[in-house]
C-alpha cells in the first residue's frame, strides 16, 4: 500500500480547536519571545506571523542568544478603505507599540513590523476598538479582499466597495476563537462549528479581488477568484467570473508555476456570495492537502479541468454561468496627482514608495498623513501598488491638504514614470522567505535604471517594474514588464514581456544576475527599445514583438524554460 502523508499542517488546524491552539500559553510564557511552534501556523489565521530580525542572526546566535524574536500583523481591511479617525488609531498603535512604521501591502491593507509579543494583545485590542480587525489578515482562509480604488466615479466605487466587504465578511471564519484570546470575549462552551470551512480550513490560502474596468490596479487575473465589475454608467450589472490565478513558485521546482486566472462566466449581483462560497468550498473538497506547494487552487483547475470546475461550480452555486461579457483593461497601478469625479469630490493619489510609510530625515510622511488625518473628513483609500489615495475631499479643503503633502514631502514631481509604475515587496530584515533584497534595495537600483532610460531617451516612458526577494511573487513580479525575481544575495532572476495591463504573464530572460549584469542588460534591451520601438509600444509588448522572448502559451511548462 502506498504512504501517503498528510501535510502536518492539516493535523495542526485539526487539533487547534478551532484555531484556538495553545496561543494563551504562548503567550503567558515569558521565557521566550517566540511562539510554540504550532502556534506560530495557527497565529498566521488570527493574522499575525512570527519572525526575527535577520540582520541580527548571526550576532544573537555568537552571544548565545536566542533570535530577535517580533511579530509582523497584517489588517484586514477590504478594498483598502479607511476613515481619517482609523488611520489616526492605525498611526499612533504604529508608534507605540509596532517599529513606528506602517507598511502598505499589495493587497490593500497595512502591516505593523518589529512587534514584540507582550505588545500583540494590547495592539490587537487598539485596532478593534477602531473597527479594525486582522482576522483572516494571512492564514489558510479567505484573505484581504482587494477592490479597484476608483477614483473616477464614487458611486460605482461605493457599490463595489460594498461587495468586498460583504464577500470578506461572508467567508471569515466563524470560530469565536480571536474574540475569546485577543479582545477577552467570553469562551464559547463547545458546540461551535465552522459551516464552511471545516475544522481544517482550506489547503492553503486563498486569494479574491474585484476590478473595475478598464483599470486593472487589483491584477485580477492573478487571484484564486476574480470579479470583473461589469457596469452601465454608474450602475453594476454583475461580474465576470475568474478562478485559478496565482503567482507563487520555488526556484528549480518544475511543478510550480504562476498562472493567469480562467474566465468562468458572467452573474448578476445577487449571485456574488453564492458562487464565492461555491469556489471556496470547491478548494476545500478538492485542494491538495499533501504538498502546501502544490496546494493552491490554481493547480486544483489544472488538474481538474476548468470545464470540469465551472460545471461544479454552477451545482453548488445552483446557477449558471452566462457568457462572460466584453471586457477591455487598459492600465495596471495607480495614477497619481488630483483627480475629480463625476461628483465633483477630488481625489489625490500619494505616491509611497514600495509602500513603507515611516518618518526620515528627508520626509516625514508618517507625520504628514497624520496630519491631513487630522482635517479629512473623506477617507482613505490603500491601492493595491502601497500607494494611498485621499479620496473624496471637497473642493474647499483641497488646497490646506496639498500643502500638507508638499510640506512633508509626500508630493514630488521627481519621480520618474517608470519608479511610479513599479513596486517591490519587503523581503530583508523581516521576511523568512527572502534570498535577495527587495523595498531597502530597489530605490537605489531604480536610480541607477533612472540614469539609462534617461541615456536613451525613454525617461517618459511607464514601464511596470517588480521586484522580489524570492520566488513567491508577493509584488506580483510575473504580470510585470519586467520582473526581477531573488535568487540569492545580490542576485536576480530577470523576466521580460508582461504587457503593462496585468493580462500576459512574463517569461525568463536570464538567470541569477548580479547587478552589473542585471543593469548592463537593461541597458541593451532599452537600447534596442529606443531605437526599434513601434509608436506608442509599451516595454513589454517589445521585448514578444522583437522576438527577446516568447509569449507563454502554457504557464506549468514554459515557466522553468531556460532561455
Ligand atoms: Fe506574500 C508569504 C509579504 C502579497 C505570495 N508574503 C509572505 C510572507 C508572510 C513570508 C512568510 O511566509 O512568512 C511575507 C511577509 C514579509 C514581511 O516581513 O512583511 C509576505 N505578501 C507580502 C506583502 C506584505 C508584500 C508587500 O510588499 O506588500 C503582501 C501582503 C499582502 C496582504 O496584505 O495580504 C504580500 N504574497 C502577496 C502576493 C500578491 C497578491 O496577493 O496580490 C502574492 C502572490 C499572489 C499569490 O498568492 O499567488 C504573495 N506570499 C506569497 C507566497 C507564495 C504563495 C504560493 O502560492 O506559493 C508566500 C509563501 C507562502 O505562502 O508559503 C508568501
Ligand atoms: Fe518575502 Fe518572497 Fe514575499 Fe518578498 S516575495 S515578501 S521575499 S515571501
Not at 511552534?37 to 542568544?65: P, T, V, W
Not at 470578506?168 to 467570553?186: C, V
Not at 500576459?504 to 526599434?532: A, Q
Request: charged residues 25%.
Amino acid at each position: 500500500m502506498m504512504d501517503i502523508k498528510i501535510n502536518p499542517n492539516e493535523l495542526i488546524k485539526a487539533n487547534s480547536r478551532y484555531l484556538r491552539g495553545t496561543l494563551k500559553e504562548s503567550m503567558a510564557d515569558q521565557a521566550t519571545g517566540a511562539l510554540l511552534a504550532d502556534d506560530a501556523q495557527i497565529s498566521k489565521f488570527h493574522g499575525f506571523y512570527e519572525q526575527d530580525n535577520r540582520d541580527l542572526r548571526l550576532s544573537r546566535q555568537q552571544q548565545f542568544l536566542e533570535p530577535y524574536y517580533s511579530f509582523m500583523l497584517r489588517a484586514r481591511l477590504p478594498g483598502g478603505v479607511c476613515t481619517p479617525q482609523q488611520w489616526l488609531t492605525i498611526d499612533t498603535v504604529g508608534r507605540d507599540l509596532g517599529n513606528s512604521t506602517i507598511r502598505l501591502t499589495t493587497r490593500q491593507t497595512f502591516q505593523y513590523h518589529g512587534i514584540l509579543k507582550a505588545n500583540l494583545k494590547p495592539l490587537i485590542k487598539r485596532i478593534n476598538q477602531v473597527m479594525i480587525d486582522s482576522i483572516g489578515g494571512c492564514g489558510d482562509v479567505n484573505r484581504n479582499v482587494l477592490c479597484n480604488p476608483n477614483p473616477h466615479d464614487s458611486s460605482l466605487h461605493q457599490q463595489v466597495h460594498q461587495w468586498a466587504k460583504r464577500i470578506s465578511e461572508h467567508l471569515l471564519p466563524k470560530t469565536r476563537a480571536y474574540h475569546e484570546i485577543w479582545l477577552d470575549g467570553e469562551a464559547v462552551a463547545g458546540g461551535e462549528t465552522e459551516p464552511l470551512y471545516g475544522e481544517t480550513y482550506l489547503p492553503r490560502k486563498f486569494k479574491t479581488a474585484i476590478a473595475i474596468p478598464p483599470h486593472n490596479d487589483v491584477d485580477v487575473y492573478t487571484n484564486d477568484l476574480g470579479f470583473v465589475a461589469i457596469a452601465q454608467a454608474d450602475r453594476l450589472l454583475g461580474f465576470n467570473v475568474l478562478a485559478g490565478g496565482g503567482m507563487g513558485a520555488t526556484h528549480d521546482d518544475n511543478t510550480t508555476y504562476p498562472r493567469l486566472a480562467d474566465e468562468l462566466g458572467f452573474v448578476s449581483p445577487e449571485h456574488t456570495l453564492a458562487v464565492a462560497e461555491a469556489v471556496v468550498a470547491m478548494q476545500r473538497d478538492f485542494g491538495d492537502r499533501i504538498s502546501r506547494r502544490h496546494a493552491r487552487l490554481k493547480y486544483t483547475i489544472e488538474r481538474m479541468g476548468v470545464t470540469a470546475f465551472k460545471a461544479e461550480v454552477e451545482k453548488r452555486a445552483g446557477i449558471h454561468f452566462e457568457t462572460a461579457k466584453p471586457v477591455s483593461f487598459t492600465s495596471q497601478g495607480d495614477r497619481y496627482g488630483w483627480l475629480e469625479d463625476s461628483s465633483g469630490e477630488w481625489h489625490l493619489t500619494l505616491y509611497i514608495e514600495n509602500g513603507r510609510i515611516a518618518d526620515t530625515p528627508g520626509a516625514t510622511l508618517m507625520s504628514g498623513l497624520r496630519e491631513i488625518a487630522g482635517i479629512h473628513q473623506g477617507d482613505f483609500r490603500i491601492t493595491p501598488s502601497q500607494n494611498l489615495i485621499v479620496a473624496r475631499v471637497p473642493e474647499t479643503q483641497k488646497d490646506r491638504i496639498q500643502q500638507l503633502a508638499l510640506q512633508h514631502g509626500l508630493l514630488s514631481d521627481r519621480q520618474s514614470p517608470t519608479r511610479l509604475a513599479s513596486i517591490a515587496c519587503v523581503a530583508f530584515p523581516t521576511c523568512p522567505q527572502a534570498m535577495a533584497e527587495g523595498e531597502r534595495y530597489f530605490p537605489e537600483l531604480m536610480n541607477r535604471i533612472e540614469k539609462i532610460t534617461d541615456n536613451y531617451g525613454i525617461e517618459k516612458s511607464a514601464i511596470v517594474m517588480r521586484m522580489t526577494g524570492c520566488p513567491n511573487g508577493c509584488a506580483r513580479p510575473y504580470v510585470a514588464e519586467i520582473g526581477l525575481i531573488g535568487k540569492g544575495p545580490g542576485r536576480y532572476n530577470l523576466q521580460l514581456g508582461g504587457d503593462g495591463t496585468g493580462l500576459r504573464l512574463n517569461r525568463l530572460y536570464r538567470k541569477n544576475l548580479n547587478e552589473h549584469e542585471l543593469l548592463k542588460t537593461l541597458d541593451r534591451l532599452f537600447k534596442l527599445y529606443s531605437e526599434k520601438r513601434l509608436a506608442n509600444e509599451g516595454f513589454g509588448d517589445f521585448t514578444i514583438r522583437y522576438g527577446l522572448v516568447k509569449p507563454v502559451i502554457n504557464p506549468a511548462e514554459d515557466y522553468h524554460d531556460t532561455p
